[in-house]
């Protein structure tokens, strides 16, 4: 699930969102125990306002019930003992340091988007934090009132019109869209080519990178699969995404 800082009306939607699907995870049920398939009138009741293109919807819906397995049993078990050994600082500062790297894909996507203030600030952002902030572990930036500018090729793609295309659900990576996988790939691209880390020559150091990326990217997200007993969780997690997305194309 994508995990990144929201701007404000970004964190209005994940309020929303997090009501709406988090409700029951302080009573979490066992993992035998998941929401009931809904009846077909209920579900022809609740669908008709949150529908979204999802051709491949019974594909999905298999996917989204391997990712509640190798989430509940893989993903969040690392997850749970990084955090209890990693000081609080210390995750903070792996945090900072993987944010600081990926305001390159922030700058190149708000200059594509022909953002010219949002780019002054992702520049400012990286050269404050990478000098000041000590290569990143820290983040002076957002203290001076720079505050993250979070695009991604995905964004671009929408900005110049590119639709959502067909509602996915990739494993271990979750909700997402074919015009946003695209956008990961595109990202991806750009970082590999780049590389400022220079990972290529230096396998332990990408495989290191690449492991605290996943275990921060999920340490980020409140959500857990079927948490909240609603039997309509793949219909609205599919809605939020969408919106959600929409709405960070529009900003």
Request: proline share 9%; net charge positive; glycine share 6%.
């Given at each position: 699930m994508n995990t990144?800082?929201?701007?404000?009306?970004?964190?209005?939607?994940?309020c929303f969102a997090i009501v709406m699907l988090l409700a029951g995870c302080s009573s979490r049920p066992p993992a035998e125990q998941v929401a009931p398939p809904p009846t077909q009138s209920a579900h022809q009741e609740q669908d008709h306002w949150i529908r979204v293109a999802d051709p491949l919807e019974a594909f999905n819906r298999r996917v989204y019930r391997f990712n509640y397995y190798a989430d509940e049993y893989v993903v969040l078990p690392i997850v749970m003992g990084y955090r209890k050994v990693m000081p609080?600082?210390?995750e903070k500062g792996v945090s900072n340091f993987i944010d600081n790297i990926l305001e390159l894909t922030n700058f190149s996507n708000s200059l594509l988007q022909l953002?010219?203030?949002a780019s002054l600030i992702t520049l400012g952002r990286f050269v404050t934090n990478t000098t000041v902030g000590l290569l990143g572990l820290f983040d002076?930036?957002?203290e001076l009132g720079l505050q993250r500018q979070d695009e991604d090729f995905g964004q671009t793609l929408g900005f110049y019109g590119v639709?959502?295309?067909?509602?996915?659900?990739?494993?271990?990576?979750?909700?997402?869209?074919?015009?946003?996988?695209?956008?990961?790939l595109g990202?991806?691209?750009?970082?590999?080519?780049?590389?400022?880390?220079?990972?290529?020559?230096?396998?332990?150091?990408?495989?290191v990178f690449k492991s605290l990326y996943g275990v921060d990217k999920r340490t980020r997200v409140p959500f857990r699969y079927y948490a909240s007993g609603n039997p309509?969780?793949?219909?609205?997690?599919?809605?939020?995404?969408?919106?959600?997305?929409l709405l960070q194309i529009k900003e």
């Open positions: 990144r800082r929201f701007r404000p009306s970004s964190r209005l939607f994940l609080d600082v210390a953002k010219p203030k002076p930036a957002t639709g959502n295309g067909p509602y996915l659900v990739l494993p271990l990576i979750g909700p997402t869209n074919l015009r946003d996988s695209l956008g990961m990202d991806n691209t750009l970082f590999t080519g780049v590389d400022p880390l220079n990972l290529d020559d230096h396998q332990t150091r990408e495989y309509f969780e793949y219909e609205w997690v599919r809605f939020l995404y969408t919106q959600k997305r």
